[in-house]
């Protein structure tokens, strides 16, 4: 299941696409305006952002423009009412991965919306909580755009936080998504996997991403 990230603040419209998106089998997160945008996109997994451009806080490409530049990669697409053509090319320009003008036809949105999350996912995709960043194309994991060395192994339990974040995920759940078969499956194994890599990770301790559930298992906060 995909999440996809509406921002509209026209309240009849942001619940039409809700009905038709849900339906579709996405979940949907509602914001009228961008001020929780950012803490959303950290705390969320989210798939694909819907950006209206005129917004009570500012131009809606504007702010995805500034989106970009703090390192966020989550695919955008516009739904404005902006429609010439230099309009649609800045909306681009500053980030946007498609654009769809007002008034628009619901069954050609839910199918840009289907194209636009199956390039994602043949596609390098990054997942983003906080500061720590995984780029799947080249399997890195970066903290405040520092490169941090895990070995294989460290690695996908990394992503197997990221891809479930805010999650309590027990130690039963890790051991069967990231050891598999492996013949190491036991309690003790994920202990000791998830203390080396909270030790790469958060040095210092400082930043306390994973959290110990005593008695059941560990989520990342």
Same mark, same amino acid.
């Given at each position: 299941?995909?999440? #996809?990230?509406?921002?509209?603040?026209?309240?009849?419209?942001?619940?039409?696409?809700?009905?038709?998106?849900?339906?579709?089998?996405?979940?949907?997160?509602?914001?009228? /305006?961008?001020?929780?945008?950012?803490?959303?996109?950290?705390?969320? @997994?989210?798939s694909l952002i819907i950006m209206d451009r005129n917004l009570p806080s500012g131009e809606g490409s504007l702010f995805i423009k500034e989106?970009?530049?703090?390192?966020?990669?989550?695919?955008?697409?516009?739904?404005?009412?902006? /429609?010439?053509?230099?309009?649609?090319l800045e909306g681009f320009d500053r980030g946007g991965d498609d654009y769809i003008t007002k008034p628009f036809n619901i069954e050609e949105?839910?199918?840009?919306?289907?194209?636009?999350?199956?390039?994602?996912?043949?596609?390098?995709?990054? $997942?983003?909580?906080?500061?720590?960043?995984?780029?799947?194309?080249?399997?890195?994991?970066? #903290?405040?755009?520092?490169?941090?060395?895990?070995?294989?192994?460290?690695?996908?339990?990394?992503?197997?936080?990221?891809?479930?974040?805010?999650?309590?995920?027990?130690?039963?759940? $890790?051991?069967? @998504?990231?050891?598999?078969?492996?013949?190491?499956?036991?309690?003790?194994t994920v202990n000791v996997a998830v203390k080396r890599l909270k030790e790469k990770i958060d040095p210092d301790g400082k930043k306390k991403?994973?959290?110990?559930?005593?008695?059941?298992?560990?989520?990342?906060?």
């Open positions: 299941m995909s999440t #996809i990230l509406i921002v509209e603040d026209e309240e009849d419209l942001l619940d039409l696409l809700e009905y038709h998106l849900e339906k579709d089998g996405h979940e949907c997160i509602c914001c009228l /305006d961008t001020p929780n945008v950012i803490s959303i996109l950290e705390e969320e @997994n989210v989106l970009r530049k703090s390192g966020h990669n989550t695919p955008v697409m516009y739904l404005s009412a902006k /429609d010439s053509p230099q309009n649609i949105l839910k199918a840009r919306v289907r194209a636009v999350l199956k390039r994602v996912d043949k596609s390098s995709d990054v $997942l983003k909580f906080r500061d720590i960043l995984y780029e799947a194309k080249t399997k890195s994991v970066k #903290i405040e755009n520092i490169d941090v060395n895990l070995t294989a192994l460290e690695r996908n339990l990394m992503l197997e936080f990221l891809k479930n974040p805010n999650i309590l995920l027990t130690r039963e759940t $890790l051991l069967q @998504n990231v050891w598999g078969d492996s013949y190491e499956k036991q309690s003790k991403y994973i959290k110990t559930v005593r008695g059941e298992g560990y989520m990342l906060c």
